[in-house]
């Protein structure tokens, strides 16, 4: 499968952004998929992840509460809302799929798209 993040761009802090993420293939219903960030200089990070059904979401305590992560089996794409954005928040986010084991953990994703960057200016 092939995933396609968009949505990125250069916003003030408070302010609200959508990323999406598009995926090619049938089997995109069956997936997990999860949201990563990297800021400069820092490691990858856990954003959050949804279930194959949209039933469940989990997100970083640092997100939570302003994220929200929902998908769109019938269209195959995941949205990840961000609302109320800090500075903090700026990095390149990148969605993934199918992870074989704990969804937090970026090394355990199968399929990775390109990363989509966020800039949150103070």
């Known amino acids: 499968v092939q995933l396609q993040a968009s949505g990125g761009g250069l916003v003030q802090a408070g302010d609200s952004l959508r990323l999406s993420c598009t995926a090619s293939?049938?089997?995109?219903?069956?997936?997990?998929m999860g949201w990563f960030r990297q800021a400069p200089g820092k490691e990858r990070e856990f954003v959050a992840a949804?279930?194959?059904?949209?039933?469940?979401?989990y997100y970083a305590d640092s997100v939570k509460d302003r994220f929200t992560l929902s998908r769109n089996n019938a269209k195959n794409t995941v949205y990840l809302e961000m609302n109320s954005l800090k500075p903090e928040d700026t990095a390149v986010y990148s969605c993934a799929a199918d992870p074989k084991g704990d969804y937090d953990n970026p090394r355990v994703y199968i399929h990775w798209g390109q990363g989509t960057l966020v800039t949150v200016s103070s």
């Open positions: 949804v279930s194959w059904n949209g039933v469940y979401s």
């Open positions: 293939g049938r089997a995109f219903s069956n997936y997990f």
